[in-house]
């Protein structure tokens, strides 16, 4: 299973962007699923995840304005990134995993990232 990002790019800061991320080749379903980022010189870090109930989860500094989906059975996931700030520019990578239980910070399948940058 490959998942591959789209949705990213250059925007002003209080702009949005949609990530997606697509199962490529498969029908594979997306059970559990997250969103993560890395920015210049700083550590991966979860942004949003999503379990197979549509529970939710946003770390403090995207909260209220970021939002994780899941669609089309469970294929295809979306990030929707409102008010956007500098310090939101990152590589964001999109993880899935089959399995329904499970740690929000443990995943099987990576993408390889898409990249947004934020101007001031």
């Known amino acids: 299973v490959q998942l591959v990002e789209s949705g990213g790019g250059l925007v002003q800061a209080g702009g949005s962007l949609r990530l997606s991320c697509g199962a490529s080749?498969?029908?594979?379903?997306?059970?559990?699923a997250a969103w993560f980022r890395q920015g210049p010189g700083k550590e991966r870090e979860l942004v949003a995840a999503?379990?197979?109930?549509?529970?939710?989860y946003y770390a403090d500094s995207v909260k209220g304005r970021f939002a994780i989906s899941r669609v089309d059975a469970d294929t295809t996931l979306y990030l929707q990134m409102n008010n956007l700030k500098p310090e939101d520019t990152a590589m964001y990578y999109c993880?899935?995993?089959?399995?329904?239980?499970?740690?929000?910070?443990?995943?099987?399948?990576w993408g390889r990232g898409t990249q947004v940058t934020v101007s001031s």
């Open positions: 993880a899935a995993r089959s399995a329904i239980g499970g740690s929000r910070d443990e995943y099987e399948y």
């Open positions: 080749g498969s029908t594979f379903r997306m059970n559990a």
């Open positions: 999503i379990s197979r109930a549509d529970n939710t």
